[in-house]
């Protein structure tokens, strides 16, 4: 494998239009909704109006006498997994799936699905859901972190147990590196504080769908829109019990996952009421019950600690993280406790995570899971003790930066550490060096923040097949559902490596049953892994090419070299030849031996982690509390950009969602344990007009370990915003906030407070 | 399911009659339609299920703007906010009621949404009542008993409901004509740029000769059940040069005015403050617009 260097390149790194694109901007692309089947019925979900209660009966007779009620489903339907013995498909445990998709013994959350129904139209599934008569006896409800933390609160699950009490602690995670002890004894600065992060939605514009047929010999044919077919497959399989050669998962265009399709809510739910029914039956989510039931990301209460020498040098640094798993354990707690300090060479290190459930509904992953929490609390941390020793807070992460070859806390160590870098990026950027006017006009003040992140990437399960059509084009088939431009990437990858026109090469994304199992889209890994796999086939269809013109030249294949597009004899040893182009190859395939193709399936392997730092000005209306964002600069290292639009996409859609968090996003619940705000007009993602043009700077560093030099991209992006922001706006106001969001009514009470005190 | 039955009137007398009787009738509530921006997502939402649909937009009187020959404007309560802000004369006169009813929504809900709507929905966060409280709006509305008049602020009677009586329609607005030196303005705060609900709104109206405030009208919006109207700002405001004391003495009646809800769109304490804050931005605006002279 050769690293391709970019002058050389035609394709990669070239702006080319996106293969999906014309169909989306025409409203073609089939998303999970779009599919229709003759017959097919509709499915409603029935939802707990408690935020927590014990279900002591549920009765659908009268449902499933209403005229056109043609199924009723509960969690009897669904195959149990004990609570006394996990089952794990991937990172999930399937005894938290099997009750997140349906209530069993208890309901947990305000919108935790008891019973679905389908009929004939979608009126009619909703009535009959009215009419299931479920009895409850309500218990009470803990939502917030510190309360669901005291001895006293109510607990959710009493088979958890916490230092050997039954506890809303589902479970924890430790990093180590030194001892922690004797750092902080070396410490001559020491900085403490706490901090508060709400759950934020992951937003995607597109909810939930899917289409299922259940056909009477037993096999099922499922159309939805998820990060991954073959999670969709086997988890269905898991809590259907149909097996996985019987069904065949077909993923639809996405509208936006942001890691929370990586698990299931309804097909499971869809096939069974198609198994029941004979129908097909179709399944869509109300954006309410999107937001009410489907996972955010965790809320977090964490306190960092970070000690440092005079002339800067980190000596140790404690992290304690409570996340919020919602109502079953399973939060990210990888996420801060991994990445928080991870850039960073620090000797003595200790990181440690609760998982804390309550009644919300249960978390899923969310861009980089965990890691933008941790890094709020860290860099916030890192911005105070940078003042407190006088040095230039980029200044200080760049003396402290983790180098190549050495361990991690969270016990890697590093192939590749491009983290100064990134800093250096930033330094010598326009906008930092450019003078900030702090008080532009009266009422208004601007500050300036910096923010470093770090994300792991992953390699994994990828499959690709490359096939020749018979007029000389080519084919390429992956098993990734492509989010954020991957067919876009691997049309520019494949192109290059055979030399053809771009606009030769088509790229589709296979069903289970047509292409080799291939894991989730996310972690950043996908443009990493598939990059990997349709190279190597790509490499073995050249193979073949050689093969096919050594017949007709009847010389040896080692002669062969292909070149440009066409095989050529290797030098004039080897014989004079006219080149033969892919084309001739391809219309001669049947005579020289059979069709002209590839794949390869592989557990890939070398991928670097991400590092990024950023720098934003942001302009504080001082009466009104509002913070806007001004200038927003994000460097990153990506190895290698395939396509420069979607790497710079990434990274600006990872600095909004960041800005959202930051300033505006939250989940609210009133009294009752009800999600109060479980739509877009008051769950405030930011719009368009709220972001300035962010600018992306693409740092392209090679990884030595892929065969394009890619790296992920898409998850670090995400992670420093929410200091970044902090930071900047307590260089606005010279106030420090310790909790997200930066809403308006918070930063004139923290304004108000602080004219009081002066 | 429900059926809906979709009447589109020519006269108000056809759309006052059928309104009435289908009022009246078992099958349930009638509704008026204008650009059905409130209506059409309240049904999709299941919030309302109107057995009779009435739109009022193929009626003249409803969609006109007329500019009168004494310098006061009839605007028909079903006119779009598209139509008012491509209308040659009105915001040159009423700058300040045209910018609440142009915030309303996106351009695509500019197309339909009219002033008549954004008033009989109800809502406390209505952006054009506060400008239209402001202005000193006085609506017509027709009834089964014939015609009245009422100044704008009296039609809000709480979230989601009016004064108006069964069978009533609301007919248009009268802003009245302006004397020389006048200037209005209307501000919301709304934590995003756009596409967001009002967390306090406040439209303001001011007459200025020798520098000094003559007349003055202020009006607040999503800090009490209703729109109001802050007689005391104005008290503050009329003879002053809008010094700091006048527009601090101004503010503080507007924070007094408020009795705003604790919810997930803003606190009490927040709405309150922000109620005076906005109160000086808007009266600088209008003070402008007014040529402060
Ligand atoms: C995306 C979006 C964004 C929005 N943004 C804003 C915003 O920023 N600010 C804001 O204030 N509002 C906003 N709205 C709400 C809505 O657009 C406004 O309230 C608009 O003015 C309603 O006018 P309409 O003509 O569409 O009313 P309709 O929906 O037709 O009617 C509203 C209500 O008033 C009644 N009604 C209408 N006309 C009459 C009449 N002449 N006589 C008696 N009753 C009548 C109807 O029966 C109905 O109950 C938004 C709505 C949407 C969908």
Redesign the interface.
Known sequence: MNVITPTENKWIGARTVRPDGADKVTGRAAYAADTTMPGMIWGKVLRSPHAHAIIKSIDTSKAEALPGVKAVVTAKDIVDFPVDKSVMLGIQDMRWMCRNVMAREKALFHGHPIAAVAATTEATAAEACKLIEVEYEVLPHVIEIEDAIKPDAPILHDFLKHEGKPSNIAGTMVAKLGDIEQGFAEADVVIERTFRTRPVHQGYIEPQACTVSYAPDGRATIWSSSQGQFMVRAMTSLLTGVPQSNIRAIPAEIGGGFGAKTIIYLEPVALLLSKKSGRPVKMVMSRDEVMRATGPTSGSFSTVKIGAKKDGTIVAAQGTFYLQAGCLPGSPLRGPVGCSFAPYAIPHVLSVGYDVVSNRSKVAAYRAPGAPLGAYATECVLDELAEKLGIDPLELRHRNSAKTGMKAAYGATFNQVTFEETIEAIQNHEHYKSPLEKNPRPGIKRGRGVASGFWYNAGGESSAQVNLTEDGNVVVTTGHPDVGGSRASIANVTAELLGVEHDRVSVIIGDTASIGFSNLTGGSRVTFASAMVVTQSVEKVIGQLKERAAKIWKIDPEAVIYENGACRPAGPNAGQFPPLALKDLAAKANETGGPIGAGVQLNTQGADPGFATHVVDVEVDVDLGIVRVLRYTAAQDVGRALHPSYVEGQIQGGVVQGIGWALSEEYLYDRQGRLDNANFLDYRMPVCSDVPMIEAVVLEIPNPRHPQGVKGVGEAPIVPPLAAIANAVYDALGRRFYSLPMSPPKVTEVMDMKLAAE | ?TEIRYLAPRTLEDAVSAFAAAQGAASGTARILAGGTDLLVQMRAGVVQPGTIIDIKKIEEVTAITEQPDGSFVIGAAVSGATLHDHPRFGKVWPGVLEAVNLIGSKQVQGRASPGGNLCNASPAGDSVPAMIAAGAVVTVQGPNGRRTLPVEKVPAGPGRTTLTPGEILVSFTLPARPAGSGDAYLR?I???????A?VGCGVNLTMAGGKVTAARVGLGAVAPVPLLVEDAAKALIGSTLDEAALEAAAAACRAACNPIN?????I??RT??AG?LLKRTAAIAAERAGRK
């Open positions: 399911m705060m934590p995003r740029t756009e596409m967001d609900i967390v919810d997930k769109r803003g606190t304490a927040y403050k922000v804050v």
